[in-house]
T-cell receptor
């Protein structure tokens, strides 16, 4: 089946620094990738939708200058948390869908970000 | 905006009993409803899905029902086992230019041995 690889799985960074998270589709072309944030014991909150070759579409309340998304190829999307603060600490998870779009997402393994 | 409500938030059942999780969606245009199982610290895994042209779908011990008129869909797990313990999320498709999903708030299922 479809596989999505996400790295790193865990990262600890200092306040004020930036962190890049990568999401790769390994055996299919992901025309669309999605980035979610998940707080402990809470649901997946969609942050943005990333389409290859175009600007990401951000959900209401998500700062696009803080959460930079790049989808430069059909197999790679990156999320950069800029000038991270402790409140950005969370579980970030990507998912990808192929051209059909409505056949169920494949999720990455997630990245636990801790900002100290 | 569009939203998906999910109930209950926690559910404990005895091993062998059935578990039912219910979701309600708001967008009448939603036409695809997947269910995900997420074990602690792991990625969500698709366990079953249903499209709007079908009222029920079953896969071994798992079934999903859909009532489009009422905008309800439910997950049914029969003969529960301890390994079914996890958080389950429902989702509904939203097509607002880009096809995407809105997730329910999750149900923490605990199967007691």
């Amino acid at each position: 089946g479809a596989v999505v690889s996400q790295h790193p799985s865990r990262v600890i960074c200092k306040s004020g620094t930036s962190v890049k998270i990568e999401c790769r589709s390994l055996d299919f072309q992901a025309t669309t990738m999605f980035w979610y944030r998940q707080f402990p014991k809470q649901s997946l909150m969609l942050m943005a939708t990333s389409n290859e070759g175009s600007k990401a579409t951000y959900e209401q309340g998500v700062e696009k200058d803080k959460f930079l998304i790049n989808h430069a190829s059909l197999t790679l999307s990156t999320l950069t948390v800029t000038s991270a603060h402790p409140e950005d600490s969370s579980f970030y998870i990507c998912s990808a869908s192929g051209a059909a779009g409505d056949d169920g997402y494949t999720f990455g393994s997630g990245t636990r970000l801790t900002v100290v | 905006g569009e939203n998906v409500e999910q109930h209950p938030s926690t559910l404990s059942v005895q091993e062998g009993d059935s578990a039912v999780i219910k979701c309600t969606y708001s967008d009448s245009a939603s036409n695809y409803f997947p269910w995900y199982k997420q074990e602690l610290g792991k990625r969500p895994q698709l366990i079953i899905d249903i499209r709007s042209n079908v009222g029920e779908k079953k896969d071994q011990r798992i079934a999903v029902t859909l009532n489009k008129t009422a905008k309800h869909f439910s997950l049914h797990i029969t003969e529960t086992q301890p390994e079914d313990s996890a958080v389950y999320f429902c989702a509904a498709s939203i097509n607002s230019g880009t096809y995407k999903y809105i997730f329910g708030t999750g149900t923490r299922l605990k199967v007691l041995a």
